[in-house]
């Protein structure tokens, strides 16, 4: 008989490895995962929160009778609405179509040559956005992958002040149209009917924004002024 348990206790001694690394293997497996990557491509839908403002490059030398002396931008908060249309060109790889709607307030804070307190003119925005992003995924675990992703964005201001009447307008116009380069990264959650991913994303602007004009003497401290935002995203996906 005791030979029979030391029999058993062998076995179960080199069988032992094999059941942990099973186990392992069970525990890692990703279910809802192996559904979703049969697909070529998937839709959904996006709720974002913003940040958005300005960075100010300043005129080397002011032009005379102004009656600020610097100014800064100032972040505030918004909202952005997208449609997701997610191609994957790899296992690892997917390119992104995210045509979106942003409401953005953005503030250019003013500092008088005179005593007294500065002067803030809030800027409202609507774009209409065309994001192309290539995002990058990891190998998946359980139902979860992280990722980063890079890309461009086009954006049309459909509420700039470019075409406004000179006559009634003192300070600064600003091109409706942006281009801009954005990076960021979050986590994809593999869920039994959708796919649920919190993403942070960062864009910055390059093309430059203002319209110059010298008959607007407080516009003239301005030499360039580029478009930045941190957007928190809510992807809805399957």
């Known amino acids: 008989m005791l030979h029979l348990h030391w029999r058993k206790i062998t076995i179960l001694a080199l069988l032992?490895?094999?059941?942990?690394?099973?186990?392992?293997?069970f525990r890692q497996r990703s279910y809802n995962y192996e559904g979703f990557r049969r697909k070529d491509h998937y839709f959904g839908l996006t709720?974002?929160?913003?940040?958005?403002?300005?960075?100010?490059?300043?005129?080397?030398?002011?032009?005379?009778?102004?009656?600020?002396?610097?100014?800064?931008?100032l972040a505030n908060s918004g909202i952005?609405?997208?449609?997701?249309?997610?191609?994957?060109?790899?296992?690892?790889?997917?390119?992104r179509l995210l045509p979106s709607i942003s409401l953005a307030y953005r503030t250019l804070s003013y500092t008088p040559t005179a005593p007294g307190p500065n002067k803030e003119f809030k800027i409202e925005s609507v774009f209409g956005e065309i994001p192309m992003i290539v995002r990058f995924t990891s190998a998946p675990y359980k139902d979860l992958r992280v990722f980063m992703l890079s890309g461009v964005k086009y954006s049309y201001d459909f509420a700039s002040n470019s075409r406004s009447d000179k006559?009634?307008?003192?300070l600064i116009r600003i091109s409706p149209h942006d281009f801009q380069v954005e990076v960021g990264l979050g986590i994809q959650f593999y869920l039994?009917?959708?796919?649920?991913?919190?993403?942070?994303?960062?864009?910055?602007?390059?093309?430059?924004?203002?319209?110059?004009d010298n008959k607007l003497i407080e516009s003239t401290l301005i030499d360039k002024l580029y478009s930045r935002s941190i957007?928190?995203?809510?992807?809805?996906?399957g």
């Not at 958005?52 to 002396?69: D, V």
């Not at 957007?231 to 996906?237: A, D, G, R, V, Y």
Request: glycine share 8%.
């Open 192 to 212: 039994p009917f959708f796919i649920f991913s919190p993403e942070i994303k960062f864009s910055h602007g390059i093309s430059n924004l203002l319209i110059y």
């Open 167 to 170: 006559t009634r307008f003192d």
């Open 16 to 25: 032992w490895p094999f059941v942990i690394e099973a186990d392992a293997q």
């Open 80 to 95: 952005t609405l997208s449609m997701v249309t997610n191609f994957k060109i790899g296992e690892y790889v997917d390119y």
């Open 231 to 237: 957007t928190f995203s809510l992807h809805f996906e």
């Open 47 to 73: 709720l974002g929160y913003n940040q958005s403002g300005f960075k100010i490059e300043h005129a080397r030398k002011l032009q005379p009778g102004g009656s600020y002396r610097i100014n800064e931008g």
